[in-house]
């Protein structure tokens, strides 16, 4: 099925950032995706327009009921000039999934992915190609009703924003110090944790403020009925390389899906080393800590691919993981997927798309 | 101190619709107040300027991170045609204990409160005066920076729509039948639960909507670590009549402190009968139903004052309350804070505040 996008081109184009002064999501494309919804014409209006400014009345929903969703997924350019996303149909899964338990209606997966290529070819000259850099892409949905009842709303947006983003390792990757979180949680079990909504990360700002204050980077979430059970590290997944296996909280509900955790977890087994998804207590790594049993600690995500954890502290206590080096596995798990998703190695999984140039 | 505040008036005054079609948080007023944030200037530009849409960049950080905290209140029009807020000071120290768990700066309160009578006396003319409608007022702030890291944002706007509603019980105050939740939660201890704050809301509409497909008006929300303590009734707090005293939930992290709640606990208080804060489950609650010893249940909060509750369904099991009538104490309290609110009975607390008409 072919979906009719109208495309608007911007009359002025900016200029584009130096490819060392990118940082993350600061700048913005040429164009961005709109769709709107309302509950008589469900979604409607599928158009690329130049990025700019959107009007909202005072009191839609979004701002006061947090009915909104997002996802994060990045564009690469090939060392032959190709443009590839990863794994995008999984984030519209995702985006899905988030907008059922924010009670917000079902976007078309295949309409938002070809919007999505539509957009990345619209602005192809914004996907930067130094080593590192990638075009990150942000579609979200926000409800846009006017109307202070609490309840979900009966008009929205799904929009699609990119930014350029430089290296996250401008200097080789680099493990992190991370503050292991006793007083606040992210999630909790029948909350909204697995959903990839606006709230859960308000909810982690107060924690992180402080936590850089003492000089760590990050937050490691623990569970919130027991606060023990670990969840998360920052907007990342967790794993753990313990006697040989790997080890990663398993999907509980309070967790969110990382698709770059079902990737590492696939290429990890591809290797031939079990990994086992399972609950994991802060108080079990730290004494396979102290036992020498724990031999990495990395998280993942889009933004980072990966994140070595070179130190936790938790209650005061200290942990120093693989001498506050990253791994042989981090590192080997951080060329092999940015490998695949640059395109310089083969890619056996088919988890990139490419999107043809006009 | 005074405060410099500019007003702009709208040109055109919109139609006022009819005082039996007001509904809740539908139709706003002419004007609106907005005071801007950014890091280098603090708060500025307080301005009163005609109602309308705001304009943002899509990467504004309220779409993304859900950095948003609100406050709700009313204005009263006397039988002798003064204007009157009720507790307004409360919101606007609730609004900075949710500004502080949200990473945003403090408003300053008494700025708030002099923008506020500015505003409602621009906009006097939309206060109903039909028993039992009144002017709902909504401050709230969001994060207005557009940046795709998370971070607090750094820059805010804080606002102040208001929108004329109706009565909430036209045919006379009305018992309702609540679903008590078990697989959601609204909030847990170390979360967001106690901030006024969007994502709180967002959590609780897939809840709220199934059970209004059952045919129950709202959710109880039960504590998220244990599925057993009980915390507020949809957005209102909770309070039991129990062998002539009076129990209610205490305030213990993942529960809002409601201003109802709290006066209400001064007038039951007031008239000799003891009020129990206090950690309540729902096992205890329908065994007390099941002895006779539960006499009312109700939930308080500004839109409704009181909700008085008829029956409870928890796993499948009804609980009838009072017959399923309004019960005495909860007339009595809807009266006399009504009255209260209205003026038509004394506020020997002090707690309305008249706003003087130019
Ligand atoms: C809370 C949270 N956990 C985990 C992840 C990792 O997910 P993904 O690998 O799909 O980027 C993200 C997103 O980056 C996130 O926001
Ligand atoms: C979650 C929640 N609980 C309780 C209340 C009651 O608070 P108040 O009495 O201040 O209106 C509200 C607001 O109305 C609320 O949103």
Do not use: C
């Not at 699609?160 to 990757?173: N, Q």
């Not at 909810?203 to 670990?230: C, F, P, T």
């Not at 120093?320 to 890619?347: A, F, H, R, V």
């Amino acid at each position: 099925m072919a979906y009719q996008i109208d495309i608007t081109l911007t009359p002025h184009k900016k200029e584009k950032p130096a490819s060392d002064k990118l940082g993350f999501g600061i700048h913005y494309t040429d164009h961005m995706f709109i769709l709107d919804y309302s509950v008589d014409k469900g979604w409607h209006d599928a158009r690329i327009v130049p990025y700019g400014p959107i009007t909202l009345d005072p009191a839609a929903k979004v701002f006061h009921y947090g009915q909104t969703i997002f996802e994060g997924l990045k564009a690469y350019r090939t060392a032959d000039g190709r443009i590839q996303l990863f794994r995008p149909q999984k984030n519209f899964q995702r985006l899905n999934l988030s907008n059922a338990r924010l009670s917000i209606p079902d976007v078309d997966g295949e309409l938002a992915l070809e919007a999505l290529k539509a957009l990345v070819r619209v602005d192809q000259d914004w996907i930067p190609d130094a080593p590192g850099t990638s075009l990150y892409i942000r579609p979200f949905v926000i409800a846009t009703q006017a109307a202070l009842g609490v309840a979900p709303s009966t008009h929205y947006k799904f929009m699609i924003i990119m930014s350029p983003v430089g290296a996250y390792y401008a200097e080789g990757i680099n493990p992190v110090k991370i503050f292991v979180e006793s007083d606040h949680v992210r999630a909790v079990k029948g909350g909204v944790g697995e959903a990839k909504t606006a709230g859960n990360y308000a909810a982690g700002l107060n924690a992180q403020e402080a936590a850089s204050k003492k000089g760590y980077s990050q937050i490691l979430w623990l569970d919130g009925v027991h606060r023990s059970y670990i969840e998360e590290v920052g907007s990342m997944n967790v794993f753990f390389k313990i006697n040989g296996e790997v080890h990663t909280p398993a999907l509980n509900g309070s967790i969110l899906a990382g698709i770059t955790r079902d990737s590492m977890i696939q290429l990890i087994k591809s290797w031939g080393i079990p990994v086992i998804e399972r609950p994991i207590t802060i108080e079990e790594i730290y004494e396979a800590g102290r036992t020498g049993a724990l031999e990495e600690a990395f998280g993942t995500g889009t933004a980072a691919v990966i994140s070595p954890v070179g130190e936790l502290n938790w209650r005061d206590e200290r942990l120093t993981i693989n001498g506050g080096k990253t791994g042989e596995l981090s590192s080997k798990l951080y060329e092999t997927l940015t490998g695949i998703q640059n395109g310089t190695l083969p890619d056996p999984f088919g988890w990139t798309v490419e999107v043809p140039q006009a």
